[in-house]
């Protein structure tokens, strides 16, 4: 019984380590996204972001600008047309009572033609694991999610590159 219970665990550690995602800015793939957006503009319904050195997306003009995100930090590209990047909000964006913390997100793009299409939905895996770190640390109210005062921040679910669900995608913008 022993033995079964080892084979099987090295079975599930060979399948997770053999699908992890190796998403690094030195890969191939990572290069030729950070080379292809290099000084291209993104407008993205009216706000656009210009390709900086190394892949980042900045904001150069747009509505509102207090209210939008300033930068899209490139975290690696999985194929030529698709990447990953992440950028930060106030975590009380989406908690009330919540600490002057920062989360950050990660988000999947591709580009279609001249079309950039946007990932920003997550697997079923991570969005249980946010429903049970919410569960424990927040209440529901008046709709909106009020934090806990004694709530553990440490043990957020951050999202991963991993956790971007790549099966359902939104129109962001034009690239230019």
Do not use: C
């Amino acid at each position: 019984m022993k033995k079964m219970i080892f084979f099987v665990l090295l079975f599930v550690i060979s399948f997770n380590f053999l699908n992890a995602q190796n998403i690094t800015k030195e890969s191939d793939y990572s290069k030729n996204w950070a080379s292809f957006i290099f000084k291209k503009t993104i407008d993205m319904k009216g706000v656009l972001y210009e390709g900086r050195p190394g892949g980042d997306l900045e904001l150069v003009s747009g509505r509102s600008p207090l209210m939008l995100v300033k930068l899209y930090k490139f975290m690696g590209a999985r194929t030529d047309t698709h990447a990953y990047y992440t950028y930060q909000l106030p975590i009380s964006t989406f908690y009330e009572n919540a600490p002057a913390l920062g989360i950050n997100l990660v988000e999947g793009y591709s580009i279609e033609g001249g079309k950039i299409m946007r990932y920003s939905k997550y697997t079923k895996k991570y969005q249980g694991k946010l429903e049970a770190w919410k569960k424990a640390n927040t209440v529901y109210s008046d709709n909106r999610w009020v934090a806990n005062t004694n709530a553990n921040w440490t043990s957020y679910p951050v999202p991963q590159p991993e956790d971007v669900d790549w099966s359902e995608a939104e129109y962001a913008g034009e690239l230019y």
